[in-house]
């Protein structure tokens, strides 16, 4: 097994399998390694001797802790470089409600087998409430993501190097921060028509259609109900969705927690504009 070299990581529903498309379709062009699964960024490591092991975690499973039960340190990622992929908490914390809600159950199963998680397994299993209540849950909800981005903003300085990728920032320049990537991870030189290309073949409406066509046959990118958009992986893929979901009492609830709580670092105050 080749050494990792590369750890995506990120809190649920931040974007990442978008990610790894466009990663994977680039490094697919580049290379030439046709007839591959884009999502399975590991396995390209060993296709090509230029192509670094890229993985893909969501590090310690946060949606299923409370805050207080997170790991604090970070040290197991030391000797390798680290992109962190973080999105507007308010965002996060409805997408991931419809994921535990409507799509939690299609991989429950593989979860729950993992070591680290057997001392929550009672409470790994779909989530039976609303929206509203939703948002003040001890696990995985607001409380939870802060917290998690804040011991990964505190130990951002352990990975031999570190990128921190905003959500917003890779939708509002797909280009720039694709290459930004690519560059970070060791594969440079890449042709701007290789990452137009990417891009394009990750845009949302073509992962929907793949989506709903279940061309790669895996729960990764499968819908649960195809008459309910709330129930795919790609879902909607949009900044600032929440205030569709959330009223003004809740936002400020959140709002608040955000401003009291979270880094500066991921620079996700409320006074400042995404």
């Not at 397994?121 to 003040?136: A, E, Q, T, V």
């Not at 290789?194 to 949302?204: Q, R």
Request: charged share 25%; proline share 4%; with cysteine.
């Amino acid at each position: 097994m080749l050494p990792i070299d590369v750890f995506i990581i990120s809190f649920p529903k931040c974007g990442r399998t978008w990610l790894k498309f466009m990663i994977g379709r680039t490094i697919v062009h580049q290379f030439g390694l046709y007839n591959h699964n884009y999502l399975n960024l590991d396995r390209l490591a060993a296709l090509h001797p230029l192509v670094p092991r890229i993985v893909a975690t969501h590090d310690d499973d946060p949606h299923w802790k409370k805050s207080d039960e997170l790991f604090t340190s970070k040290t197991v990622y030391q000797d390798v470089k680290v992109i962190f992929l973080a999105r507007d908490p308010r965002d996060v914390l409805v997408s991931t409600y419809f994921e535990q809600k409507k799509r939690a159950h299609i991989w429950i199963d593989k979860l729950i087998q993992k070591p680290h998680l057997q001392a929550y397994s009672k409470r790994i299993k779909p989530y039976s409430g609303n929206l509203s209540s939703y948002l003040k849950e001890e696990v995985g909800s607001i409380d939870t993501i802060i917290k998690f981005y804040n011991i990964w903003a505190e130990n951002r300085t352990i990975p031999k190097d570190f990128l921190l990728l905003r959500y917003e920032d890779l939708q509002q320049n797909t280009h720039k921060e694709l290459r930004r990537v690519m560059n970070f991870v060791g594969i440079k030189e890449v042709s701007s028509e290789i990452i137009a290309e990417a891009v394009k073949y990750a845009s949302f409406d073509n992962m929907h259609k793949m989506e709903t066509d279940e061309i790669f046959n895996s729960y990764v990118l499968k819908p649960t109900n195809k008459n309910d958009l709330e129930s795919y992986k790609t879902r909607r893929g949009k900044v600032g969705g929440f205030t569709d979901y959330l009223n003004e009492e809740e936002i400020a609830y959140i709002n608040s927690k955000i401003n009291d709580a979270l880094s500066d670092f991921y620079r996700y105050r409320t006074h400042l504009n995404l």
